[in-house]
């Protein structure tokens, strides 16, 4: 173990030393220090909040990960570049505590950096909302919706295979489409149809979705229902509605009468007495809205259900622990790379890995993940070939990537979402434990058979 | 040793063409000022962002600003709002001579994003921060450009004083308001203004001032700090002006600055807008939009011009119908009211507007549609000489539209095409609508408006039952009540409305 300690050292000792890392740690200063004081919200507290928190470690997060990068590369290659890996391989030290050792002096000092960075983030939030600052309304505000973690639920899911089949069949015999049209091109579409009609309001009508609580929530913290809608008219009409929250039937049920603009988030507080013993609650929306326009919420994100979970501090170091994972996953893709070439190879080669990894959407899609496919009808066997191909290799990309595909927990703590341990497990297993072990082994493997003392 | 010294004299050189570069910088832009080569001024003392984004990021500013257009659009799609501000920003200061980027952005703030609030005050601050993009970027970056001054002006007139946004009485009262605490009324005092120290060194050159400032800062208040009359802290410091006699200088001072640094507003400007417009009220948006048009005149041709003065004059009519602040604060009632006293200058604006342009048959519809409204407005407000004098403009300018009626029967004829043909219900709500109207006016203390709706209650019943005066039968049928019961069934209506025991004494039959 203190071999390992000692190449972890050295390794931090160099990071430090390289005058690249210096002077992204300069930049990472300036953001810290300037962000906080220069951005500027939409004038409302949970704005400022989320823009620092989304800007400031958003920033820091992007300077460290290029900083970790470029240290991880430089950890191994430099030294077989400058020939001082031959003074450490001449000692008793296997290729495995090399690596180790290289990869968590880098992922330590970065980790320390990225503490520090929360650590400021926090002090900043808290100085640029304290109570001399605000009004009585935003501290409460502050306190109770904004500075929280909130578990986020989505309403149950209803089973419409049934109707989903019922209305294919039903269009088909309608002759909706060519006769020879595959079924996997039209069932997704008549799928979409039957869950768009599955979450519509008519005018005059109403809706009922159904929420299953993880646990019976905080009997002092309300909970918080969020939703967006859009119309069935192009104007931007504010509707009037009624929530209707409690078991269908009763007549007791919590109402609350509300006039919402379309396309915006909206919220309405719910008291925590609401939720039924076996942890549901059921919310029905009924559209009152004087002119005939049907609601339409959305079947993906239109309602949402946000409950209490705990405080914000605890919240944010569960996202710097999520954070830092990742940049453990880009120090062993570094160390790595430069086990396998020279620095600026394994320098281009690892910022291509982390351009990959944050167009994570945009490989998904062009991998063909629930869209049609991009080569056109009527396009040649060649264009057809190429576009195969093509979608090959981001499928391949996409499956090997596919699982760090992960929720920016800065998303998630903007908006006072709790980030859960079961995530942060995730992030560990996979992004250390997985990706990161299979990593080692490749640079292990290559290191102790790389010919490390070429002449010059 | 040798490297060393090459090092120091590459350094050396670097510094001495940074120097020579930077002192033919001021003779160009001396030469570019003289030679008139751009209306632009050079940026002066601009933000680093902005330094930096246009000298040195050069072609690239462009690409990282399209990144940023692009996450505003996803962000606006996904329904996060609290972001765009920032990316307008930094969106526009990227490319700051781009002055379709102003506009789109001021629009977007303005007009697309605001109405996704449901709350007048949310949707208010949306409105403003375009507005501020405009008035403080824009404009401070292009100034030259007329385009920018028009988008400036269509806020004030359209999205805030226009009537098609469901919170368009907020932001009116919201900018009353600001207005009203700043200017201490209808207008500033301009000779006051034109009197009062501009700079600061000025200021403290005032016998006392220097005083009067430990003082205000010992009881918490930091007057140069300009707090502006949206912050809290305003009302403290004009209740503290008042008690010294150096106050009026000092709040002069505060209130040049004011307008000058934060609102862009030159009072020598405003002074010659009204010259021009007559007497706005500047706590209303026209008067907004008419100072920015007026002020892109000078960069304006063709098309623009053309749109320039349109705005100034569709201004000056929405000031004539508007263009009044109305403001009870015991009863916290707030609304914008006719301002008749602007009629010469409309008419003289519609006169010479028929005069000048080639075509001027769009104009003689718009002047006889403002004619015919003017009419009705002067002759509520019991002003029955300008009613005669627009009278008379109709008789000489249309004399088809009012052949063979007197002034009279044409107003009433304008308010209702045929009283006489209107049923017994809806005569008697035209006429309960007067005298509600005279009351109304008569509580708020606006004894011509409400005589001249009295009048028109008088003129409608009699309009209504002249004819029926001659049959018994239809009169017993559909004759309306006798007038002084409607009118006290009106008085009694808005005596309802009201609680305060001076407007309620007004009231009283």
Known sequence: ?????????????????????????????????????????????????????????????????????????????????????????????????????????????????????????????????????????????????????????????????????????????????PAETPTHQVWPLVERTVRARANAVQSGGQNRWVFQLPRQPPPDRPLILRYRFALSILDMETIRGRWRIGPPGDPRRYEVEVFDAPRSWNSIAIP??????????????????????????????????????????????????????????????????????????????SFYALLLLNTGRFVQ????????????????WIEQMLVAITQGIYRALDLILGPVYTANPLDLIAVGEWVGWGEISYQFLVKVFLYGGVLMGCGVWHLSRKEVALPL | MKR???????????VGCWFAAGRLHTDLHRLRREHGLAH????????????????????????????????????????????????????????????????????????????????????????RHGVELLRDGGLRYNPADPNLHRELGWLFQHKIGST???????????????????????????????????????????????????????????????????????????????????????????????????????????????AEIGPVDWRLPQAHAAYWAW??????????????????????????????????????????????????????????????????????????NFLNTALTTVYTYHRLADARTVFTELQAQYPDEVAGLSLDQYVVSLFVERMEDLTEMEAQAFVEGFFYQHYFWLALDEPEQAQGYERLARQAWNAYMEPRLQHAEWRERTGLPPLASIREAARREVQAAFTQRATLDRLSP
């Open chain 1, 272 to 349: 925590p007495e609401w939720v039924a013993d076996d942890r549901t609650l059921t919310v029905e929306f009924a559209n009152v809205h004087e002119r005939p326009v049907m609601v339409l919420f959305n079947p993906a994100d239109g309602l949402r259900l946000m409950v209490y979970e705990g405080g914000f501090l605890a919240n944010l170091l569960r996202a710097g622990l999520s954070l830092f994972f990742h940049l453990a996953f880009l120090s062993a893709i570094g160390v790595t790379a430069g086990t396998f070439f020279s620095i600026p190879v394994a320098a281009l080669a």
């Open chain 2, 4 to 14: 060393v010294g090459l090092t120091v004299l590459v350094c050396v050189l670097a």
């Open chain 1, 1 to 177: 173990m203190p071999t390992i300690w000692a190449i972890v050292l050295i390794s931090m000792r160099n990071a430090v030393r390289s005058k690249i890392v210096l002077v992204l740690l300069f930049f990472l200063l300036v953001a810290l220090i300037g962000l906080p004081l220069s951005v500027r919200g939409d004038g409302t507290i949970s704005g400022h909040v989320q823009l620092l928190l989304r800007y400031t470690l958003g920033v820091a997060m992007l300077i460290l990960s290029i900083a970790t990068v470029w240290a991880a590369c430089a950890a191994v290659s430099t030294e077989i570049r400058d020939r001082h890996i031959q003074m450490v391989l001449s000692k008793p030290v296997r290729a495995t505590q090399l690596w180790l050792g290289k990869w968590l002096g880098v992922t330590l000092l970065n980790g320390g950096l990225l503490l520090l960075c929360v650590v400021v983030t926090y002090g900043a939030l808290r100085w640029t909302t304290r109570p001399a600052v605000l009004s009585a309304e935003e501290q409460e505000l502050l306190a109770t919706e904004i500075l929280v973690a909130q578990r986020r639920v989505d309403p149950q899911l209803r089973d419409l295979r049934a109707d989903i089949a019922r209305e294919y069949e039903a269009a088909r015999a309608r002759g909706e489409w």
């Open chain 2, 164 to 274: 098609t946004d469901q919170a368009h009485m907020f932001y009116k009262y919201a900018w009353a308001q600001e207005m009203d605490r700043l200017l201490g009324g209808r207008a500033p005092d301009y000779d006051a203004l034109a009197q009062a120290p501009r700079s600061r060194a000025a200021l403290m050159a005032v016998e006392g001032m220097p005083a009067l400032l430990t003082t205000l800062r010992e009881a918490g208040l930091e007057p140069l700090a300009y707090y502006g009359p949206t912050d809290d802290r305003w009302e403290a410091l004009i209740a503290a002006l008042d008690a010294d006699p150096l106050g009026p200088i000092l709040l002069d001072h505060i209130r040049v600055r004011t307008l000058i640094d934060r609102y862009r507003l030159i009072p020598e400007r405003m002074q010659h807008v009204e």
């Open chain 2, 295 to 368: 002020n892109g005149l000078p960069y304006a041709e063709d098309f623009e011009e053309l749109a320039l003065r349109r705005m100034i004059f569709q201004s000056m009519a929405d000031a004539f119908l508007y263009g009044r602040f109305v403001y009870d604060r015991a009863e916290e009632l707030f609304f914008p009211a006719p301002n008749p006293d602007l009629l010469p200058y409309v008419m003289q604006a519609y006169q010479e507007a028929l005069a000048q342009v080639a075509d001027p048959s769009t104009v003689r519809g718009a002047y006889l």
């Open chain 1, 365 to 380: 899609r062009l991998a063909g993940r629930g869209g049609a496919s991009i080569a056109s009808a009527d396009a040649g």
């Open chain 2, 40 to 127: 632009a001024e050079p940026l002066e003392n601009a933000p680093p962002l902005v330094v930096f984004s246009t000298v040195a990021l050069g072609g690239f500013s462009g690409l990282i600003a399209d990144m940023l257009w692009v996450r505003a659009a996803q962000l606006q799609m996904d329904g996060q709002y609290f972001e765009l501000v920032q990316l307008a920003d930094w969106i526009t200061k990227l490319q700051p001579r781009f002055p379709e980027g102003w506009v789109y952005h001021a629009w977007n703030l303005a007009y697309n994003i605001s109405v996704m609030f449901d709350r007048p005050e949310d949707r208010w601050r949306w409105v």
